[in-house]
């Protein structure tokens, strides 16, 4: 019988690009994908330690996100969308009591992430805009005051 070879160190292995069709693709499960083809009888027994958080990243950037967001924007902008109500659950406190929260769907966080940008970008534009406006003032209070020194040195 032949001994088989550790497979610790294949989950802590970094993501290795491919092609950019094929997108990053990890190590271990290149290797995974070399032995079915090699030995078409090999039984896999333990694969769950290969789904990393890059592998989980890729399966969901895999299902169609792009078409997704593509109907997001759409539904936006048609002022079709409407926020899902949150998920609520209670979460148990230290004293016993429980805490209740609220989840939002991933399509309202993202939703609220963007116009949160766009709030951020309007709201350093209007303070901008506004300490231009005191520093103006501020000037003009400087004058202004020197201007009553002046007449006042001059009485």
């Known amino acids: 019988m032949e001994e088989r070879r550790s497979i610790k160190g294949n989950t802590k292995q970094e993501a290795k690009v491919r092609t950019k069709s094929r997108g990053a693709m990890l190590i271990g499960l290149q290797r995974v994908r070399e032995?079915?083809?090699?030995?078409k009888r090999a039984q896999f027994t333990t694969l769950?330690?290969?789904v990393s958080v890059n592998v989980l990243e890729y399966s969901f950037r895999e299902i169609k996100l792009q078409d997704n967001l593509k109907c997001l924007h759409r539904?936006?902008?048609n002022s079709t969308y409407r926020a899902k109500p949150s998920k609520r659950i209670c979460i148990p406190k230290y004293d016993g009591r429980k805490r209740p929260i609220g989840i939002a769907s991933l399509e309202d966080k993202i939703v609220q992430h963007a116009v949160g940008k766009?709030?951020?970008i309007i709201m350093k534009l209007i303070l901008k805009v506004f300490l231009m406006v005191l520093e103006q003032k501020e000037e003009h209070m400087i004058l202004f005051l020197r201007s009553q020194l002046v007449q006042r040195k001059g009485k």
């Not at 032995?35 to 030995?39: H, Q, S, Y």
């Open 118 to 120: 766009l709030l951020l």
């Open 35 to 39: 032995v079915a083809l090699r030995d």
């Open 48 to 50: 769950l330690h290969h």
């Open 75 to 77: 539904k936006v902008h």
